[in-house]
Every structure is written in C-alpha cells, then in structure tokens.
C-alpha cells in the first residue's frame, strides 16, 4: 500500500494511472480511504488528468480492473465536477460498477457509525466519496431501489442514456438476482417522472438499441424497458420497419412481445404481408397461434382486401406447424402440399452409404526429429493411438546409449522403484499410484528411472493382488482395477522392465480394430528367441486374446519357438511356442455368453500372474471398478464392455473425452451384440450434446466397418424405451443424421419398430410426432422394390392407423395422417 501512495505522490497523473496495479487491488477499507486522501490533495487539474488515463487505459479491461477504476475515479469525478461525456470508455467501466454494487448484500442495519468501521469492500455494497473537507469517506449502499442509489451519482443519468447507445452494455447492468426495484426499468420510469428524460428521448434511444441487434441480456433489458414505456399505435406507426425487423431477427421472448405491439398497431396490407411470413416461418409455436387469432377476427376480415389476407393464409400453409397447416388449407379451400412436377427426385439414402468391411491395417507413428519423443507419445487420445505411441516408443529407445537413459533421468527424478512392501504401512508411495492408470509415457519415465526391473515388476504383481483381493477402496489407487485393467497393467510393467532392449511387443496389434494376426505374432516370437528375450506373459495373454477364434488352423505346423517368461521359469508348459500351439489347438479364444464365465483353450494355471477374477462370471459385474481395460483389450468380446455402461449402477452421462475414446475401442474385430446396439442407442440419446456428436461419427465408423446390425439396433430401441429415460426426440434426430449419409437401410428397422412399440404405449412418450414425421421424410428415399413387407410390416401399418385416429394428441394424429397420405393409405377421418 505504500508503494501505492508513493506513486501517487511522486508520478505524473499518466504515470500513476499506468503503474497502480488495479486488477490486485487492495481490498480493506481504510486503504482505499487512505488512497482517495491523497488523490484528492494532488489537486483537481492532477486528478482530471489521472481520471482520463485511468479510464483511457483501462476501456477494455475485466469487470474486476473496471469496478476498482470506477471505485477510485468516481470520487474524484464528483467531488471535481469532472464530466463523463469527455471518457469514451467510462460507460462501460460505469456499467460493471453498478453490476457489482447492486449485486452485493445491503445492510439494513447500517448507520454512519457501522459503515465507518467496515473493513472489507469486497463482500457488500460499499461506494467511497469524498466529502467537503477533501477527506474521503465510506458510503455504504443502504438505499432501498436502483434509482435512489443513483440518486447519489450525477453522472448516473447521461451515463445511462449513452448505454443505450453503445452495444451490449445494457446487458452488464443486469444482475442475475435483481430484487424489486433494483432493474433498469424502474430507474428509467423513475426518471421519466421526474423529468429528467423526456419520453421521446428514452423511445428514441430504445429503438437505437433495438437497430443493432445486441445480446440476448441486452434484449432482455430493452424488453423490460419496453413494458414500462407501453407504447401506443401513434408511437408504433413511426417505426413499423423497425418493429417488423424486430419480430424476425429477436429472440424469442422480445419477438413475442414485438408482435402483441404491432397487432394492435394499424398496418397497411404490405406490413401484414410481410409479418405474416416472418412469423409463421419462425419456430415458435406460441407467437403463430396469436397471429392465427388475429387472421380470423373482425380487425383484419374488415379491413383488408382478399388478396392481402389470402397471402398471409398463404404463408400460414407453409408453417412447421401442422395443426397451423391444417387451418391455413381449410381456410384456403386448396390442398395442403401441392405436387410439383418440377420437384427434384428423393435423396438417395438406401443402402448408398460407404461400405469397407475389409480390416485397416495397424499403421505405426513415424518418429518427429522437431519434438521430444516424451512429447510426441505423452498424448491421451484413444487406445489405438496409444498402441501407436508404445510401439513408437520400443523401437525409439531400442539399444540407445546409456547417456540417453541419464538424460531422461534427469528430467524425471521423482520416479523411484518400489519398496520391499509397499503396502506394509497401508500407505503406497505416490509414484507408483501412477501404475493404476498407465501410459507410454509413464513406461518412459519408469525407463528413465533406471530400477524398473523384474523385481519392480513383482512389487507391482503383489500391489494388484492385495488390492483387488480386498473390498473396493476409491482410496488405494489399484482398488478399482479390475480384472482386465490389470492384465493392461501389467503388460505396461513388463514393457518397462523390457524397453531399450526389446523393439516389439507382442501384442501390439497387426489391425486398426486390434486383432493380432499370425503373420505379425509369429516373427515377433522369432525374433525374441534369436534375441535371447523373455516374453512378458501379460503380453503373451493380450496377444492371444487379440488372436479370436483359431478354430480351422493346423496348430502342429506352427514353428516350435524356445521363448521363455519374463519371471525365469523352466516350465516347458510356460514356453511361448508351446502355449500358442496349444492355444491355437484349442480354438483360440470364444467370447462368452453374458453372466457367463470365461473359459480358456488351455489351462489358466500357465498364466499365474493373470488375474484370477477374469475367469469368474462376477467380471460382468465390476463396472463398479474402473472401466480402464474395456473392450480394446479383448476386440472380439465387445459385448462385455457394453454390458458394464447399462448395468443400473453406471453413471450413463459420459463425458466427451470417454465416450471419443471409448467409441473407438467399439470399432471391434467381432460383430457387435444386443448389448453394444442399447448402449449405441442410450447414447445417440444423451442429454449431452458433444457426447450425441460423438457417438454419430462412432456409429458411422462401424456402420461403414458393416458392423452395425439393423436387427439389433431395431431390438435395442424398444427395449431401451420400454426400460424408460429415453429421449426419443435426440435419438430420432441422430439416427436421422446417420440416415442422411446413406444408411438409410440400417435406420429405417429401428424407426418401424419404434412406430409399432408407442402404438403399443397406454401413454404416448414424448417424441412421438418426431418419429411420425421422420418416417414420412424417409418414405420417399425407399425405392419401391424395398417396401416389401419386411420392410413395411403390418404391425407397422397398423400402428400408424391407430395413432392417426387419436384426436387427443393433436400432433401425432396429423403426423400419422400424414405418413399415411406419404404411403398411399387412406387417411382416418
């Protein structure tokens, strides 16, 4: 604070206006009174000096520099006479002050003697001014509305008037919970009043803002403005345009209150014309009925010519609304949607969409010479890119110097091998908490470090054996581990016992959808016996997992490889060749069914370090546990890992960043199941705008992959409706936009078996004229050879025929009788 006055003292009026810190300002009391003292005592010419520099400098500052700006120069400006028309930036910062003092609490207690001993500004509403003495004094906010508080500012009322006039800072003077009285409308009625502005002033002013267009808290301001103005038709008539521009470009909530204006307001025939179709072509329901009442009374049948009132019926036809539609072609006498022979021939959409069944193959990254290698694999994208970055990160480090390892040493020191027992105290030592989520680049640091060997290896083998052998503990970072997380852990560990002297690892996969193929397997477990290496054996696992099925394949012509495990066993059972002949001799790995334990081709005693939870039927039921470890593990098990996201205890609202990784690992190697199609379809639902965008593209991958199943998709979506907490709007409109790229063959099942479920409902769901209305798009894009009954099921006819006789449910029975119009059926009556 003291360097604070010194500036003041000893700068010019620029100087000390650029040099005080006004976004870390102090907050207590008595310096602020202290810093206006000796502001003050410079002088009025030093302070209108100061004044414009501090405001000049400070136009585009945050709300916080501003209320500090204002909290000092106001002061000064009244205690001087100091004019605010000569600050083009004061408006502004004027406008976040006031924000910020109406929003803080008053207190009704406060008297001279309280206010004086107020110690922190921040917390409520505190001014400062400085009285006839030249002494500052505190001025607490203890009026009872906005214009009595401004009643205590002269430069309130220009100030306000000049809002209007610049864009968007009406909006800054609103706060959130504005109590009664404390709105610019009541300040500006209240000013009207007394005089202070004229009427027309205000109107003028209003109509400035209303020309530009600003944000909608601005918009809101106006519209509360407007209520107290209640303009009369003379004062509409001056501005028809104006009003007319308004109706179509304004939110909502001012457009509505736009259009009760000018329907009280005499128009001539072009004005109706012309707000006819800006209303009936925008959304909102509310404002086409009012204008639907005033087409039918006495004020527009009276008093305009038949052409001008056909042209706004006209209008009213093409309305989104079908009820509005239905008025409009009665009123007409003429049908409701014309055919135009000139109308372009439907979309394309059946079955025109990209199909590459065939497997992309697993492409490896290239090394960058511009980045660190710990930049370029320390990326958290989806599991094939991290394949990627492990892969990339073997053949970097393999056989470098040991001056590399010293380097890296250096960078991360805080990386240290684990304890004897690290659980010995109960306490686990924080890097390794690490393990429970790994990367390559913690399998680069653990490189780096120099004491991850084999010993580190089974310390980390033990943590996850106490762990997942306990009750679930959120507080031990191996407790929600399950099984399958941890065989991906302890390969990592393996990884980084072996990194700098092994080039590959053995499950890296040969395809982009994860599976292994023998092509790649095989020379990798040459080269680790011409090496003299030992495999890892959650490695060796993960490897086999990604194989699938290996039923049809000569298991006694594979090569007899001598690979031993990376724990020194002389078991000739535990030999890698032996364990994929064996492996390959017994079908390879078969998903099984849902509840259903796993089961092995081969003993699970030749994995002793795999846990063993993984082969008991309760792994269905670990979703619980961390979901690290899904289906890009295993890619012909997809259905365990949709299982895990549907069971009642799993959070359904996915963030981006799990659902775009997620997504990916559902691109699998096996066809997907009932349970991926439900989970597919309980996202393509979400309340979550970026998760719905995700999933789409997701969808579009495996629908290009031909993975996506128009049968189970079909099954999935009344089952899931059924089950209850559906959005069938969201779902529809995303299942919609994957129609549009062409796969319309795969959509169109799912919305039939909709249509056949909510005829089915004793209650109507939400959503429903939506499906109605989608399949009437659709009905067009079916070529006629494919409206087979298969494809047109009579449950599906007769679905629409009971919905289109509901006359309660005004929007679906007009979208049923629509769809049936579509398909040739003759509407109900």
Known sequence: MVIHI???????????????????????????????????????????????????RNARSGERTAINVVRCCLPLMLHFGIEPKDFEAYPR???????????????????????????????????????????????????????????????????????????NLLGALTYRFNAENWGVETAVRGYIERGTFSRESVIAHVHTALARGDSMPTQRVLLDVLKVLSLDPREMAASVPLWLSTVAAAPGFLSGFALQLLLKTPLDGRDLEDLSATVFGRPEKNLQKQLVRHLKSQAVTGNYDGAVVAACWQAAAGSSDLEIQAIATKTLGTPRTPTDPEAPAPAQLWATGVRQPAEKPFAPLRRDPRRALAEQIDYYGSRIQEEQNL?????????????????????????????????????????????????????????????????????VMELLRCSMSEPL?????????????????????????????????????????????????????????????????????QALLRLGPTSGIDAEGLER????????????????????????AGGGFVAPQVDEPLTLPLQKE?????????????????????????????????????????????????????????????????????HSHEWIVRALASAHEKTRDAIVQIVLVLAEAGQLSADHLAAAAPKCLKAGGLSLGRLVRNLALVAYEGYLDLVWPTLVALVVAIGEEQRLPAGSPEILASCTE????????????????????????????????????????????????????
């Open 391 to 459: 892969e990339l990160l073997l053949r970097a480090l393999y056989r470098r110097p040991p001056e590399l390892r010293e380097e890296y040493r250096k960078k991360y020191p805080f990386l240290v091998s684990p304890p004897d027992n690290p659980r010995a105290n109960g306490l686990l030592e924080t890097s390794w908490g690490h393990w429970a989520t790994p990367s390559p680049g913690f399998v680069l640091r653990m490189w780096a470090s120099g004491e991850h060997n084999v010993a580190a290896h089974r310390s």
């Open 561 to 584: 490889l001598d690979v031993k495990p990376l724990d020194g066993s002389d078991d000739p059972e535990r030999n890698a060749g032996r364990i994929l002949r064996d492996w390959v």
């Open 93 to 167: 910062v004027w406008a976040w002050f006031y924000r910020s003092l109406v929003g803080a609490r008053s207190h009704e207690v406060w008297n001279d003697e309280s206010a004086a001993h107020f110690e922190y500004t921040g917390w409520s509403g505190v001014e400062f001014r400085i009285g006839n003495d030249g002494r500052a004094q505190l001025f607490p906010k203890m009026q009872k509305s906005l214009l009595e508080l401004w009643d205590q500012d002269a430069t309130a009322p220009e100030t306000l008037l000049r809002c209007f006039e610049l864009p």
């Open 606 to 674: 030749r994995f002793p370090s795999i846990p063993q939870h993984l082969f008991e039927a309760e792994l269905w039921n670990t979703a619980k546990r961390s979901s690290d470890g899904n289906a890009a593990e295993v890619p012909f098990w997809p259905e365990l890992g949709a299982v895990w996201r549907l069971r009642p205890w799993v959070d359904s609202s996915w963030s981006e960043f799990e659902v775009s990784r997620l997504g990916m690992d559902a691109w699998v190697a096996d066809d997907l199941g009932v």
């Open 778 to 829: 659709f009905w067009d894009c079916i070529p006629v050879g494919h409206r087979t009954a298969e494809n047109v099921p009579r449950e599906f006819v007769a679905a629409v025929r009971a919905l289109a006789s509901l006359k309660s449910a005004t929007k679906t029975f007009l979208e049923a009788n629509r769809l049936l119009s579509a398909m040739g059926i003759q509407p109900a009556r």
């Open 6 to 56: 010194l500036t003041v003292v000893l700068d010019s009026p620029v100087s000390a206006a650029r040099i005080l810190p006004w976004r870390d300002f102090p907050i207590r009391t008595v310096h602020i009174l202290l810093l206006l003292d000796v502001l003050a005592s410079r002088g009025e010419s030093w302070c209108r000096g100061f004044v414009a520099a501090a405001i000049a």
């Open 473 to 541: 503990d959120y507080r031990d970072p191996f407790g929600a581990t399950n099984p399958l997380g941890a065989v991906r852990i302890l390969r990592f560990s393996e990884l980084a016992v072996v990194t700098g002297t092994a080039a590959y690892s053995l499950a890296t996969p040969s395809y982009a959808n994860f599976r292994v193929s023998f092509e790649r397997l095989i020379p990798a477990l040459q080269w680790y016996e011409r090496e003299g290496l030992a495999y890892g054996e959650a490695d060796m696992f």
